[in-house]
């Protein structure tokens, strides 16, 4: 596959509000090898294959991003380790960290194939990975991913490890589900060197069962850790929406998404894609562009950029999540797997 060169300096993205936009999130699939009850139906219907980027189609955006001063790439899904070949796109996107153009090639994945593509990860440049484990209990692994098997993700995670992977958990908190395991997942993640992230669950996307049953607002996470745990303030910034605090008793760092209790859009400098080349500027928001259709339609560099300048007059503000009873249905109908999370 040929990689394409393109060098031209071009301006920056900055959108109405001033925001500089320098991290791209990529969904390279809407597949995945589970069923998380918060993040997919049992029963999903995929998108045809022909709907999806190629892979040089994904290499070609993200790289027109990256011409636009993106600094940060993270591929996610679905499940992007199931996304055939996979590893090429990770490979044609590093030669943007060779030229220093890009700070950081990075993903979000569930673990499940980990063991098989930690190290062609790192030799590809990934430095640092987001595994989301929600839970150490096998059974409850299984209840929570419908499909999934601990084990696996464990020795995936050993994998990361002896790639020489930095990783971070992601755990969604989860009320009457996962709450009592707060504790444990700090101290498994800490005492294996790893930061964790707690994330509110968002109401996305059609599921299985109410939003409101599984609504843990942070804000009591973190005051119910208080009896237990010294939460030192610290500045780290990790470049996402989290907020971190040092645990005192284990020296590990700990971080909240918080986008229900406390809204982090004015620091936002983030854009998506999804896997069919839809630009969304909010993953709360439905206001969109399509980049396939140019890509398809063999347009110029800088038709593919107007495209892109189109995207950053419609980055809103903020998002309106609510998760109430008198609204127990998603804010929106994409689900996370769809947009990338
Ligand atoms: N499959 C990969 C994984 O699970 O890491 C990447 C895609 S997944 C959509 C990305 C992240 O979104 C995961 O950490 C997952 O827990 C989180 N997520 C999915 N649905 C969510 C929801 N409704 N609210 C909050 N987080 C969600
Ligand atoms: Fe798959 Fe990730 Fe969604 Fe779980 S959260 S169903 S692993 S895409």
């Known amino acids: 596959m040929s990689v394409r060169q393109n060098q031209q300096p071009q301006t920056a993205l900055v959108d109405r509000y001033g925001r500089s936009v320098t991290y791209l999130r990529v969904s390279v699939t809407d597949r995945c090898d589970l069923r998380c009850v918060y993040c997919m139906a049992e029963n999903m219907s995929f998108l045809p294959r022909r709907d999806l980027l ?47 153009r890009l700070d950081e090639l990075t993903l979000t994945t569930n ?65 009457g ?21 707690f994330i509110e669950t968002m109401p996305l996307g059609e599921i299985d069962g109410g939003r409101l049953d599984q609504y843990l607002p942070l804000s009591i996470v973190r005051a119910r850790l208080l009896d237990r745990w010294t939460l030192d303030d610290i500045d780290h910034n990790s470049g996402g929406p989290a907020r971190y605090v040092r645990v005192r008793e284990t020296g590990g760092r700990l971080g909240f998404i918080t986008p229900m209790t406390h809204n982090f859009c004015e620091s936002c400098n983030r854009v998506r894609v999804t896997c069919t080349g839809t630009l969304y500027m909010c993953l709360g928001q439905e206001d969109a562009v399509d980049l396939r259709e140019p890509l398809r339609a063999g347009a110029s560099d800088a038709a593919l950029q107007a495209a892109i300048d189109e995207g950053m007059l419609l980055k809103p503000k903020g998002h309106d999540f609510v998760i109430d009873r008198g609204a127990n249905r998603p804010a929106l109908s994409r689900h996370m797997s769809v947009t990338g999370g």
Not at 113 to 126: I, T, W, Y
Not at 143 to 152: K, V
């Open 111 to 175: 673990g499940s194939q980990l063991k098989r593509f930690a190290a062609d990860l790192k030799n590809a440049g990934v430095e640092r990975i987001n595994v989301s484990l929600d839970t150490l209990q096998p059974d409850r692994f299984r209840a929570i991913t419908r499909w999934g098997d601990l084990a696996t993700v464990m020795r995936g995670l050993d994998a990361a490890d002896a790639a020489g992977l930095k990783v971070k958990i992601n755990a969604v908190a989860l009320k």
């Open 177 to 197: 589900t996962n709450e009592d395991e707060i504790d444990d997942l700090i101290r498994f993640s800490h005492d294996r060197g790893y930061d964790i992230t």
């Open 54 to 100: 190629t892979l040089e189609e994904l290499d070609r955006l993200c790289s027109a991003f990256v011409d636009r001063g993106v600094r940060k790439l993270r591929i996610t899904g679905g499940e992007p380790l199931v996304r055939k070949n996979i590893i090429w796109l990770f490979q044609a996107l590093s030669r943007h960290l060779q030229s220093g």
